[in-house]
Nanobody, 123 residues
Framework: VQLQASGGGMVQAGGSLTLSCVVS????????TGWFRQAPGKEREFVAG????????YYTDSVKGRFTVSKVSAKNTVYLQMNSLKPEDTAVYYC?????????????????WGQGTLVTVSS
């Protein structure tokens, strides 16, 4: 299984970006994908997640109402639409996949990781 994340970039505060994560190598009907981020000097943290079966979504409190996670099963792709970005959203963003339909917030419960894409939000 491989995950390919893309879509990062530099944006001003209040702007928007959409990240994409393409999953290849195995069917995803019994899986969950999470988006995580890691800022310099900080631990990797859960941002949002989605179940491939059913499409249930989950968010950390700091991004609720600003970020939206979605998927297109036919493309094996998960998206993270990020609006009203803040400087504190600056981080490397990773997508990850775990087998089983539960979205977990713990980094160690994910089996596969993408390479990360950098999001920089300037004030």
């Amino acid at each position: 299984v491989q995950l390919q994340a893309s879509g990062g970039g530099m944006v001003q505060a209040g702007g928007s970006l959409t990240l994409s994560c393409v999953v290849s190598g195995r069917a995803t009907n019994d899986a969950a994908t999470g988006w995580f981020r890691q800022a310099p000097g900080k631990e990797r943290e859960f941002v949002a997640g989605i179940r491939w079966s059913g499409g249930n979504t989950y968010y950390t409190d700091s991004v609720k109402g600003r970020f939206t996670v979605s998927k297109v099963s036919a493309k094996n792709t998960v998206y993270l639409q990020m609006n009203s970005l803040k400087p504190e959203d600056t981080a490397v963003y990773y997508c990850a996949l775990r087998w089983g339909s539960t979205v977990h917030r713990a980094v160690q419960l994910y089996n596969y990781w993408g390479q990360g894409t950098l999001v920089t939000v300037s004030s």
